[in-house]
Nanobody, 124 residues
């Protein structure tokens, strides 16, 4: 069982930066690949980025490539999402999730555990 708690959301102007954190409970955090997803109002939840259990492999949605960076520190049971050059279209609730799937996964159905989400609002 893994419990996930996101933090770091807020309101930022376009072009600004935020770093999201996701703290995981349990001693098996390093056994899980992790992902960040987001859901904007009226839209379906979509993948943002994913990282393998050791951090050696990452995946990014085309919309965030070159602007967002996913990373993890297994010793701290934490995964991060550094978001730079933010745009109004990045406004959404951001969720972290954990999966036992090897490597990285962009598919929501493959994730076993989810956090409650943190709101990110980018003003123009």
């Amino acid at each position: 069982q893994v419990q996930l708690v996101e933090s770091g959301g807020g309101v930022v102007q376009a072009g600004g930066s935020l770093r999201l954190s996701c703290a995981a409970s349990g001693r098996t955090f390093s056994s899980y690949a992790m992902g960040w997803f987001r859901q904007a109002p009226g839209m379906e939840r979509e993948v943002v980025a994913a990282i393998s259990w050791r951090g050696g492999s990452t995946y990014y949605a085309d919309s965030v490539k070159g602007r967002f960076t996913i990373s993890r520190v297994n010793a701290k049971n934490t995964v991060y999402l550094q978001m730079n050059s933010l745009k109004p279209e990045d406004t959404a609730v951001y969720y972290c999730a954990a999966t036992v799937v090897a490597g990285t996964s962009r598919y929501q159905d493959e994730y076993n555990y989810w956090g409650q989400g943190t709101q990110v609002t980018v003003s123009s």
